[in-house]
């Protein structure tokens, strides 16, 4: 058993650590290890933690986990993870052998728990463990509040580099500061010294500077008179000033939001991940970039970015191949990613505060004017052609009864004969001359042929004199349209394709069950900027364009101008979303970033920022255009003069009662040569 005044004092120790820094939380997990093989520091440890847990006034949630009674470290990783799971737990308490066991079954959680919430504090209480090797873990950069507790060692003076008596300590005890770059003798490491009862080391990470991240910082020593030799604070917040920390960004080339590229060496704003690569610098510029480089000036971090080009967004796939920007987060190449980024794979990632609305619609072809030669048909649908006719055929059949009825009353006056087939073709003639408002064929046109070919003049003159009394100003001048695909709905019957540089695009709905927006993933294609410059004048294709949250719209540089003339903007989104950050998950600067992107929002500054690059590096006569036709505005041209295409109606009127009344005379031809051969 230990000596007495070390108990005492282990209790104190815990007292203050516990009531002062964990008491607030809701839940507590302990993990422990109770076994035969447990050594006497370590009951101590656990003893009074149990004794200050019982004095706390306020009621807290323990979990609480023996080692002991687990197989290996995958039983750790499964009861730390459900422990997260099942409450909301801040706080951790660890009393082992080989703390770095517990480390890596917490980062497991970090990665499958399903409940995400930041960690407030870590305790390690340990004993033979070298703050130098536990302490260098990368793991502990996604857990930077934590407080490693040891006993003290004692080293005799080595000269003016080596440790010195502290006044404030009875017996000439010294706290060493040695890090993990010192020799064999240095603190932390397994000592026998007679004097590990003076004093309890209070050890932790630093994490800020822009070298030496994974040093261990020696904050404090507690002496056995209970009070701490350098009173500091004892879970700093490493977050608040990150001293020139790097900062690995990955970003893509994107309007307004993100615009990335590496420029020579002294031409750049920001530096490049890689400052192997000699000559190379980067531009760093765009709405959300600008929320980054601030965040970096407010937490005095050092910005590094990773350029990945235009529309290079990547992806994750079921097989844990990944590619692209997010790709490399997924790899932790990089330790977060900006630039239009939807919530797309939020279970294997961490995603921010939503920063701005974005939705996506589709930048369609604008009606197209009708061919002329269907101005006789359009008027009327297939039923009210079906009535029309029967009503001349009713008419015409009720005028040949009429003449009939007089035949028989002796009302013809001359007529010695009546000829049924004669009667009822003029009579047909005659009603249909009285339907287009013109006179009835002459008497001397005898013949089917000619009277016939005389009712499509008659049709031609008509069409003729109504496209120029009524329609001349709607039809001719500025011919009708076909009915404009304005909605996704319209859209997905039409089975037309669309396109964008990336598949991204369609990812939020290519597992939608909903039929429409199925269609249009079915649909979707992916294209370089070639291929699509050379299609944005095609009459049955679309583009991928989104609606930004200042309410312009945003289309890729290979649609020009001239091809938004021919163009309109559907009037429906196929979806909308919230851009993001997306980091590692457990990123622990998440909760931070998450402030400064409300602080921008609420006063304005992103809002600002949108429209001065959408001013910036889009085209302004592009995004004039644009406006036009979303609001379903569009400039009309100067009055042309007419041409041929312009009355093809009345040319097909007049073309096909040339044919059908030249079959006609043919036929008659030919009855009467059989006539005359009989």
């Known amino acids: 058993m230990l000596l007495q005044p070390l108990v005492m004092h282990l209790s104190q120790l815990l007292r203050i650590i516990v009531g002062q820094y964990f008491a607030e939380f809701p839940s507590i997990l302990i993990v422990y290890n109770n076994s035969a093989s447990t050594t006497p520091l370590q009951l101590e440890y656990l003893s009074a933690l149990e004794l200050v847990l019982r004095e706390l006034s306020k009621p807290i949630r323990l979990q609480w986990i023996n080692v002991a009674f687990l197989k290996d470290l995958n039983d750790l990783e499964d009861q730390v993870m459900g422990a997260l799971n099942s409450s909301v737990t801040e706080g951790f308490i660890t009393i082992l052998s080989q703390t770095h066991h517990f480390i890596h079954a917490r980062y497991y959680a970090t990665r499958n728990a399903n409940v995400r919430l930041k960690d407030k504090r870590y305790l390690f209480l340990c004993e033979d463990e070298s703050p130098a090797e536990l302490l260098c873990m990368d793991i502990l950069q996604f857990y930077p509040h934590h407080l490693m507790v040891r006993p003290g060692t004692e080293t005799a003076p080595t000269g003016p580099t080596g440790p010195h008596p502290d006044p404030r300590r009875g017996g000439g005890a010294s706290v060493s500061t040695k890090n993990k770059d010192d020799g064999e003798g240095g603190a932390g490491n397994k000592t026998t010294s007679p004097y590990r009862d003076i004093n309890f080391e209070l050890w932790t990470q630093k994490f800020v500077g822009a070298v030496g991240n994974l040093d261990a ?70 709405a959300e970039a600008n929320v980054m480089k601030t965040f970096c000036q407010v937490h005095n971090c050092h910005l590094r970015v990773e350029a990945y080009g235009a529309d290079n967004w990547g992806g994750i796939y079921d097989n844990e191949s990944s590619d692209g920007m997010l790709g490399d987060i997924y790899e932790q190449r990089v330790e977060m990613a900006i630039g239009c980024i939807y919530n797309w794979y939020d279970g294997i990632t961490e995603t921010s505060h939503t920063i701005a609305r974005s939705s996506v619609t589709i930048l369609g072809p604008a009606p197209a004017p009708l061919p002329s030669w269907r101005t006789n048909i359009m008027p009327f649908n297939n039923r009210a052609w079906l009535v029309l006719i029967s009503t001349l055929v009713i008419c015409g059949t009720f005028l040949y009864f009429m003449k009939y009825v007089s035949y028989r009353l002796r009302y013809s006056g001359t007529q010695v004969k009546f000829h049924h087939s004669r009667k009822l073709e003029k009579s047909m003639l005659d009603i249909f001359a009285l339907f287009i408002q013109q006179p009835s064929a002459p008497l001397s046109f005898d013949r089917f042929a000619p009277r016939f070919f005389l009712a499509t003049i008659l049709c031609a003159t008509i069409t003729l004199e109504n496209i120029y009394s009524g329609q001349l100003k709607s039809m001719l001048t500025f011919p009708f349209y076909s009915a404009p695909v304005d909605t996704i709905e319209k859209w997905a019957q039409s089975g037309w394709k669309w396109s964008a540089p990336s598949i991204i695009w369609v990812h939020t709905v290519q597992s939608s069950d909903l039929e ?149 005379l043919v036929a008659e031809l030919l009855i009467h040569r059989m006539d005359l051969s009989k």
């Open 217 to 286: 910082l020696l904050l404090d020593a507690f002496l056995p008179n209970e009070t701490f030799a350098n009173r500091v604070e004892l879970y700093p917040n490493k977050l608040l000033n990150l001293q020139r920390r790097s900062l690995l960004v990955g970003s893509i080339t994107y309007v307004p939001y993100t615009i990335t590229n590496y420029v020579p060496a002294g031409q750049g704003d920001v530096d490049p991940i890689h400052p192997q690569w000699p000559n190379r610098s980067l531009t760093f510029d765009g």
């Open 516 to 664: 429409t927006e199925q269609i249009l993933a079915r649909n979707f294609e992916v294209h370089d900027y070639s291929y699509l410059s050379n299609v944005s004048f095609m009459p049955n294709y679309g583009f991928g364009i989104e609606r930004l949250s200042s309410g312009s719209l945003s289309v890729g540089d290979y649609v020009s101008t001239e091809a938004l003339e021919n163009r309109i903007v559907l009037h429906d989104d196929l979806y909308f979303d919230y851009t993001r950050a997306v980091s590692i998950r457990g990123w622990i600067l998440m909760p931070e970033l998450n402030k400064h992107i409300r602080t921008c929002q609420e006063t304005g500054l992103y809002f600002h920022w949108e429209l001065e690059f959408i001013d910036k590096y889009m085209d302004k006569k592009k995004q004039e255009v644009l406006m036009d036709l979303a609001n379903g505005h569009k400039v009309k041209g100067a009055p042309q003069a007419l041409d041929v295409r312009n009355i093809a109606g009345a040319l097909f009127v007049l073309a096909f009662g040339v044919a059908f009344a030249g079959c006609a």
